[in-house]
């Protein structure tokens, strides 16, 4: 039992670690190409969302077959190319690669304590699962409405409470993988990539915000 939650736990980080190439692949394509620059406001929102369930659809459809990597890769370039849009953005402010290599930094760092955390705790954390869900939801719905209203504030507000909650959904899920509540390394590499993904783009939004210097 214990050698097959450390099987999955182990090809989570592989598997994890192989899904950021095809995101910076993505993000780079993104950024080179202006592919994504048109994609702002609601119709941004359009394609990233119907992207992003659509993917996710399919994850969970083919987890349990050979095809399941293949579209987790395919899912996490989708990802890239939608943050290019925000990577451009910061790329525009004079320290832009200092403030990206920060973010990356930092969400690294976020990462580091929580794997650690989930090692060292003992209790059972599955109770936290519903208050993280109603928690994200209520982000995603105000990041929704954020994008008609364009208010700077708001999009500070609802970054530091994407960073609060995804770091604790990081514990979460990887705690779940430990107790054996999650036996596909598919799933929980999903899981854990839009924690990830989710953290570095609030904190590299946040950091865009408040440090972003113009030539």
Same mark, same amino acid.
């Given at each position: 039992?214990?050698?097959?939650?450390? @099987?999955?736990?182990?090809?989570?980080? /592989? /598997?994890?670690?192989?899904?950021?190439?095809?995101?910076?692949?993505?993000?780079?394509?993104?950024?080179?190409?202006?592919?994504?620059?048109?994609?702002? &406001?609601?119709?941004?929102?359009?394609?990233?969302?119907? &992207?992003?369930?659509?993917?996710? +659809?399919?994850?969970?459809?083919?987890?349990?077959?050979?095809?399941?990597?293949?579209?987790?890769?395919?899912?996490?370039?989708?990802?890239?190319?939608?943050?290019?849009?925000?990577?451009?953005?910061? /790329?525009? !402010?004079?320290?832009?690669?200092?403030?990206?290599?920060?973010? !990356?930094?930092?969400?690294?760092?976020?990462?580091?304590?929580?794997?650690?955390?989930?090692?060292?705790? @003992?209790?059972?954390?599955?109770?936290?699962? @519903?208050?993280? !869900?109603?928690?994200?939801?209520?982000?995603?719905?105000?990041?929704?409405?954020?994008?008609?209203?364009?208010?700077?504030?708001?999009?500070?507000?609802?970054?530091?409470?994407?960073?609060?909650?995804?770091?604790?959904?990081?514990? +979460?899920?990887? @705690?779940?993988?430990?107790?054996?509540?999650?036996?596909? +390394?598919?799933?929980?590499?999903?899981?854990?990539?839009?924690?990830?993904?989710?953290?570095?783009?609030?904190?590299?939004?946040?950091? &865009?915000?408040?440090?972003?210097?113009?030539?």
């Amino acid at each position: 039992m214990a050698a097959q939650r450390n @099987k999955v736990l182990r090809n989570t980080y /592989l /598997l994890l670690a192989l899904s950021l190439l095809p995101t910076v692949l993505g993000a780079w394509i993104g950024v080179t190409t202006g592919i994504t620059q048109s994609l702002s &406001g609601g119709l941004g929102l359009i394609v990233f969302l119907g &992207g992003a369930f659509g993917f996710i +659809y399919a994850i969970e459809k083919t987890k349990n077959s050979a095809a399941g990597v293949p579209v987790l890769l395919g899912f996490t370039f989708f990802m890239g190319l939608m943050l290019s849009r925000m990577i451009a953005m910061v /790329l525009g !402010f004079k320290n832009g690669p200092d403030l990206i290599m920060t973010a !990356f930094a930092g969400t690294a760092g976020i990462f580091f304590v929580m794997a650690s955390l989930s090692t060292v705790i @003992k209790r059972d954390l599955s109770g936290m699962g @519903k208050w993280l !869900f109603v928690g994200a939801m209520a982000v995603i719905i105000g990041g929704i409405i954020n994008v008609f209203v364009g208010s700077t504030a708001g999009m500070m507000a609802i970054s530091v409470a994407v960073i609060g909650i995804f770091s604790a959904y990081m514990l +979460y899920d990887l @705690k779940r993988i430990i107790d054996g509540g999650e036996t596909n +390394y598919i799933s929980a590499t999903l899981s854990m990539y839009l924690n990830i993904i989710n953290v570095f783009q609030a904190l590299l939004s946040l950091l &865009g915000i408040m440090g972003g210097e113009r030539d």
